[in-house]
């Protein structure tokens, strides 16, 4: 599978036959210009959202014919296993900025997991419900979301192969949170990419755990 970051918590996810799966797509210029993303104007044949927040559920811009998930639940669609796993935006289950989805895909022989908004670390419950993951799709950057010190737990506890930063303070995001370098400090497996994709097969998995740093592609 190819893995495209748009930027924020927005990624397409296109599968070696084509499948398109567009996840948390973000509103340009939301919140007064904060986020200040481009525009996201591709096609999709699946678009999965986490929760109602304008910087991860703006869909008006994508194109095509697609299926949507953004409630819990299990689908099977164009050959792909898609888990909606319901968690929280905040520590306070929900109390403080409501209910948030963590996706779970399987094709190909991986199992990539996106987290969305999470904004808490997973109980031992969770993460066996969840099960193995291949790619992890990891939000760092704290405030709104788990930070560095809890997203490292997090990433510990799902122990996947792959791990992508997102939801980190870029140039094209003013929020009040922290840069992937809180996340990445002091780790010596990061690499950091010259690209916005990176194609990888269950062949191709490196053999020790590895962070990708990816350019946001918008």
Partial sequence: MKIKWYGHAAFKITTDKGVKVIIDPYQSGAYGGALSYGRIEEEADIVLTSHDHDDHNYVKDIKGKYEF????????????????????????????????????????????????????????????????????????????????????????????????????????????ISGVGSFTQGKNNVKELESFEVEIKDNTLPESPQIYVLKHAL
């Fill in 69 to 176: 998930i953004n409630s819990p639940g299990e689908k099977e669609i164009k050959g792909l296993r898609i888990k909606a796993i319901p968690s929280f935006h905040d520590s306070s289950s929900g109390k403080e900025r409501g209910k948030n989805l963590m996706f779970l895909i399987e094709t190909e022989n991986l199992r990539l997991l996106h987290l969305g908004d999470l904004g808490h670390v997973l109980d031992k419950d969770t993460v066996k419900q969840i099960g193995k993951v291949d790619i992890l799709l990891l939000p760092v950057g704290g405030y709104f979301t788990i930070d560095a010190k809890e997203a490292t737990s997090v990433m510990e506890s799902l122990n996947p192969r792959v791990t992508i930063p997102m939801h980190f303070k870029t140039d094209k995001c003013g929020f009040p």
